[in-house]
């Protein structure tokens, strides 16, 4: 034994630490505050680099001392026969084994941030689980659930002083080699500069308990009665004391299940540390969200003794959710939030992620997001648990991000898919034809596509998550980022409610051009250079020329996007819908009603429609607002009051009476099967004629990959037009109605020049499409305008003429455009005239035009027309009484007769 | 020699064993005496989940039952929603709005507490 004084082992390397841990413990105990553990650890980690040093020592010395226990205990086993300790004195070994690792989670938990938190609710429920005294020893063990007070005092005294105790007794020794008392404390200065202990930011979701306890947490997680754990740490105790004390083979047994066991929880503790994320789900290094949540845990940057900040800075900066944050040190007096979003509310890293205690540059903004609210990183901005999580769920659901519609017709219309109702996701698009010509020409505008630049929206601007609609950047930061040089910017963009019609021109200004349409303006196949000098033109994203057309009569009454379209509309309501009006809510009759309001009470209203309204309207208590028909949310800008109904404008704040439909539209006669907008849009843009080719040659783009490429599919463009459009009808399960209709697809597609193979035919179709052109007029087409019209029917442009003739009426039709030599059919038409067409005829399949019964029925009024004026009496009366009118009429009257 | 240490051993098991009386006593007394027995919650009934530190308060189809929002597997703290169910961070255990299990390793049901409104409906008073 003498020999061995001197000489070094685990055993006195574990001494060493046990008194740096102890005398580090001190001197932690000056700036630690047990009644706020969290914001006292995050202060020190800020403001305090020689506190944060000595957190990390003790923190190091903890570690390593468990370490060396464990390890000068295996040697034990491993050299020497048999141990053979006393029984009384193995007993309080083995014990000790126990008391080590309830002072390291003792210490675990006086951190008092959400993993310590969760992992006090567990120790907690596992004591109380305990029969007869599981009660009285949990709460004397952790005390009242938000007190630390029991917590410290155990791991300062109750068992540092056994632990004392016991390594004396059985080393009897107190103090190890002074140079091993030396060699330790000055390895572990190295470490505890080079690593900082860890601190959750209490907002990644990833939770999980200390290093030597994930093997135990997964353990818990197979477990459906977790109290059972319990009988493991017995038996490991029991074989520790066997191991110790017994004989034999007894001994031989124990310390080699001793030594299974450590290799079965080494493999656990592997799996829990760096396989499991979120929610204890299974994950792996090369998953989308292994950095933020796996390696989150790992980040220790280095002890800073210089902070690039001066304290006064980071004294003055404010507590946040009960944390103190580095950034706001350095980025003082940054301003222009909103209330909600103001950085002494959330911080920065609740939105830019990033580390809030270190205190140098590069190590706070490491794994920083630049630009928070793109929907690859919203999860862990926008999204965070104490913020929108229900939002950026179900916002990549909703059409403006999977783009659903328009990737479902593109495969329809070449032949890739039988229907075009298909449900689809941008994010799941392939190689085919059909899906590169997407990747080519059509998807950028999504959602998911993010935004890399800082810098306000514009009509360049495609996608960007929940930036693209809610960011604003105030004239200050817009010219301070302009003129950035690299210096600290103060004024920070604003992130609100405020989503205005210039957030929507981007995307909406293209292909059904909704944003154009409802402010009045029609594209052209005009040049930039070809472009009239006229107040009537307007050149947009500096080429294309738009021409002044009427604009929506909402559009003229000061109403923005945002008026009409509610934010479950908007950002989606969870469900994954094929088509773009099957996520639309809001119709016309949802506020221009007719009868009895739908309402609800602003009590009753949804969270979030709660929380909007009274950030938009600050009260709105009492209040009944009106609730859409189809979906039934509500729309927060409107409120019904003495049988009246108002609207208030969203950004504006201008209050409006509500108009009820004119009695013309709410008779339960004639045209009750059509919509509204069938007959109240002015004008709708149109586009025939268009040929897609692939070139290898060309350079193109891919919009997935954001990435220039050799080849791409071309459009070449047919003719664009502004007139009323066509109607058609629409068939759902509820209801069958009469709707505006464009020509979506007449088009050709050259197949083989995507494939190489000569024998791919040109695909050729000719599909209307469904549309809501967003040009209201107050007032309706004429009758005329309908039923002689041969747009309106379906025929196309040309002249439809009714002709009598020896007594009797025929109509005739000739058309303005040659026929097309794939169908025999104009280049413009929809139908041949006074036919049926069936098969593929629309981009919906419920959708159909006029057939020729229905043809006949309009053409029949279409006749009596051309004679009586369409507010003469008679043809007012018709309205009501159409097949008795006929049955009265004159021998002048003479109806058209049908082939 | 060996009645006194006989007797000794006894007197020390009966010592220790007094002493955890008394110890048991004493917690559970101060347990029972300082235990808040009614807890008040704001209310919001446009809030369908509502996390309230250790509750959660769901209010569907116009009726509202608070659960304890310690998950009843370990305890853990429950605090945010996946759709239209309430999932565990610890273990990943998941819970339906009417508190039923979906998801283990949770097999109870979450807990739910006795709770009544307010007279004025802005608070809700959870506790028996």
Known sequence: ?????????????????????????????????????????????????????????????????????????????????????????????????????????????????????????????????????????????????????????????????????????????????????????????????????????????????????????????????????????LAVLILVYLANSAKGKTMFLSKRSLLIFVGLYSVLTIVGLFFRGQ???????????????????????????????????????????????????????????????????????????????????????????????????????????????????????????????????????????????????????????ADEHLQNLCVRCHLGNPKTEPGPVNEFSRGGGCLTCHLNYSPEAEKELAENKGEIMRAHPEVSLKVTNNHCFGCHSRSGRISTNYEGWHETTLTKKEMPD????????????????????????????????????????????????????????????????????????????????????????????????????????????????????????????????????????????LSCSSCHTSWAPTCIGCHNAYDANERGYNMIENREQKGTWVEYIGQYEAKPPTLGIRKSKDKTEVVPVIPGMIMTIDMKSYTGNENDPEIFHRLYAPTSPHTTSAKGRSCVSCHNNPVALGYGEGELNYVIANGKGTWEFSSQYAADPHDGLPADAWIDFLKTRTEKVATRSDLFPFDEQQQQRILTVGACLTCHDENSEVMQQSLNHFEELLKTRTQQCILPEWK | MNDRRTFLKIALAGIVAFFVFIWNKLTLYHLKTTKQQRTTVPFTKNKEVFFADQYIIVTKNNATTVFSAHCTHLGCKIDKTEGDRLVCPCHGSEYDLQGNVIKGPAYKNLEVLPSQLSDDGQNIIIGA
């Open chain 1, 279 to 433: 929610n204890w789900k299974w994950t792996t290094p090369w998953s989308q969200e292994y950095k933020s949540e796996v390696l989150h845990n790992f980040r220790t940057p280095a002890v800073n003794f210089s902070p690039e900040f001066e304290l006064n800075e980071a004294l003055a900066s404010p507590v946040i959710q009960g944390r103190k944050e580095s950034c706001l040190a350095c980025h003082t007096g940054t301003h222009g939030f909103t209330d909600s979003h103001r950085a002494e509310a959330v911080g920065c890293i609740s939105c830019h992620s990033g580390n809030p205690f270190a205190t140098a540059k590069e190590q706070s903004h490491r794994n920083m997001i630049l630009i928070p609210g793109n929907l690859a990183n919203a999860q862990q901005s926008c999204g965070t648990t104490q913020c929108h999580p229900q939002i950026t769920e179900r916002v990549p659901t909703g059409l403006m991000a999977t783009l659903s519609g328009m990737i479902s017709v593109n495969r329809f219309v070449f032949n890739e898919q039988d229907t075009p109702d298909e449900r689809a996701h941008v994010t799941q698009l392939g190689n085919s034809a």
């Open chain 1, 1 to 233: 034994m003498s020999k061995k004084k001197n000489k070094t082992t685990f055993g006195t390397l574990s001494l060493a630490m046990f008194w740096l841990v102890v005398l580090s413990g001190v001197a932690l105990a000056i700036p630690f505050d047990v009644k706020d553990p969290y914001l006292s650890i995050s202060n020190m980690m800020v403001v305090n680099p020689w506190a944060s040093f000595i957190r990390n020592y003790h923190y190091w010395s903890s570690q390593f001392f468990l370490i060396f226990s464990l390890i000068h205990l295996y040697e034990h086993y491993h050299y020497k026969g048999k141990i053979g300790l006393k029984k009384g004195l193995s007993f309080r070994l083995s014990l000790a084994v126990l008391i080590i690792f309830l002072a390291m989670i003792t210490g675990f938990l006086l951190k008092g941030d959400a993993d310590s938190q969760q992992a006090r609710q567990i120790l907690q429920t596992l004591t109380e689980r305990l029969p007869l005294i599981g009660q009285s020893l949990a709460f004397s063990l952790l005390g009242a659930p938000e007190s630390y007070q029991l917590i410290y005092v155990h791991h300062i005294a109750t068992f540092t002083v056994f632990i004392a105790i016991a390594m004396v007794e059985h080393g009897r020794k107190f103090w190890p080699p002074a140079l091993d008392f030396v060699a330790s404390s000055a390895g572990l200065l190295i470490f505890s500069y080079f690593l900082s202990a860890p601190l959750h930011d209490n907002l990644n979701p990833a939770v999980k308990g200390p290093w030597y306890f994930v093997g135990f947490q997964e353990i818990l997680h197979w477990l459906k009665h977790p109290e059972w754990s319990l009988f493991m740490f």
């Open chain 1, 534 to 673: 006229s107040a009537h033109y307007r050149l947009i994203e500096g080429e294309r020329v738009f021409v002044k057309k009427q604009e929506d009569v909402h559009h003229k009454l000061g109403l923005e996007c945002i008026d009409c379209h509610h934010s479950y509309e908007l950002m989606g309501d969870g469900n994954h819908y094929a088509h773009q009006e099957n996520q639309q809510d809001v119709q016309c009759s949802d506020c221009h009603i007719d009868g009895e309001p739908r309402t609800i009470a602003a009590e009753d209203l949804d969270n979030e429609s709660a929380i909007i309204a009274a950030l938009r309207f600050g009260n709105i208590a009492g209040k009944k607002l009106l609730l859409t028909e189809k979906h039934k949310r509500a729309l927060i800008n409107t409120y019904v009051e003495n049988d009246s109904v108002y609207f208030i404008t969203k950004n504006s704040g201008k209050k409006m009476t509500m108009r009820a439909p004119a009695a013309v539209c709410s008779r339960n006669e004639a045209h009750s099967s």
